[in-house]
């Protein structure tokens, strides 16, 4: 569903997670008690639940912090402030990836940021639905342009996002955070966050990037039915609901502009080192899923290129550029 001005400035009013009487909200948005009443059960299609009590009004569940670009830009250094050429929040919005793709296509500079607070078509990998509530989470893609080499001279990039987003959220005191081959955020054995990668362009010339990230803040019950793997959120591994989407969204863009700007010259071998120290699958029994068959074995780590590295049944160790991998998080030996 589209989120209405009139539930936007509900939502602002009750974003504090106080009472609010249906009185004092008809009063400022100028419409009846009951209309306030209608808008707010409209809102719970987005994932945002309310209580209404007798004598004190209404209020959310819990409370929210909204995107604001004057808080993020608060929090952006002036390295990365350089690197930005547009910024944009939006309310609602199918993908931001998506989004950024098609302005990529209508010559939409580099540097080009996009935030939701919503996706009604959040995507994953393999075209996967990436479960988007309303104001919890972060939505986040950013278009760069890549001026030689084509997309062979980028492949690596998601793992040096991949530091780049541990890196913010250690700013934050957020360490129990690890990485899984090519491009997900994890702790505990469990899906915290995904990079999206998806390029276009010639083959040896410049090509275009759109870098999403979808990290989860806060994910409740209802919303985390639909996902089908392990999840976790930050609210889960910090013991305590924080209310910190606009320096973390700021802290973020000030890892991940300056990794994805200078990547053209560094290269993944830059980020070898330290994406090693953060790998979740090495020494774990791991499927990995190709186009048409799917392979098992031992991951030995990445190789210099990045690539994941199987040790098969056999003893032979062999290097995939691209696959999904499946594994528990307990380790495995080879039978017999």
Request: aromatic share 8%; glycine share 10%.
């Amino acid at each position: 569903m589209v989120i209405s001005d009139k539930q936007k400035k509900i939502l602002m009013l009750l974003a504090d997670g106080e009472f609010h009487s249906g009185t004092e909200l008809a009063g400022i948005l100028g419409v009846s008690r009951s209309a306030i009443w209608k808008q707010l059960n409209g809102l719970s299609e987005l994932g945002l639940h309310h209580s209404g009590v007798s004598g004190k009004g209404y209020r959310l569940d819990r409370p929210l912090e909204l995107l604001a670009q004057t808080e993020i830009n608060e929090v952006i250094d002036e390295q990365t402030a350089a690197l930005i050429s547009s910024f944009e929040i939006h309310d609602q919005i199918h993908s931001t990836n998506s989004y950024l793709v098609e302005r990529s296509q209508k010559n939409a500079p580099s540097g080009s940021i996009c935030f939701a607070e919503h996706q009604t078509a959040g995507k994953g990998r393999r075209g996967r639905y990436w479960v988007s509530p309303y104001g919890s989470n972060i939505y986040l893609s950013i278009l760069w342009r890549f001026q030689q080499g084509g997309p062979a001279a980028i492949s690596g990039l998601s793992l040096a996002v991949g530091i780049a987003v541990i890196r913010a959220l250690k700013q934050h005191n957020i360490n129990d955070i690890s990485l899984k081959w090519p491009n997900d955020i994890y702790s505990q054995g469990k899906k915290l966050g995904g990079i999206l990668i998806e390029v276009s362009g010639e083959t040896d010339g410049p090509c275009s990037a759109v870098i999403g990230l979808g990290l989860n803040l806060f994910l409740s019950e209802t919303e985390s039915q639909t996902i089908s793997q392990a999840w976790t959120d930050l609210s889960t591994i910090t013991g305590q609901y924080i209310l910190f989407r606009n320096k973390l969204a700021g802290t973020l863009l000030n890892h991940l502009l300056p990794v994805i700007s200078g990547f053209e010259s560094a290269g993944i071998k830059a980020y070898l080192s330290e994406w090693r120290e953060y790998d979740c699958l090495r020494g774990k029994f791991v499927t990995i899923f190709l186009a048409k068959q799917q392979l098992e074995g031992i991951v030995e780590g990445i190789d210099n290129n990045g690539m994941l590295l199987i040790k098969r049944a056999d003893g032979t160790v062999q290097a995939f550029a691209s696959g999904e991998v499946s594994f528990n998080s307990h380790s495995h030996e080879f039978a017999g």
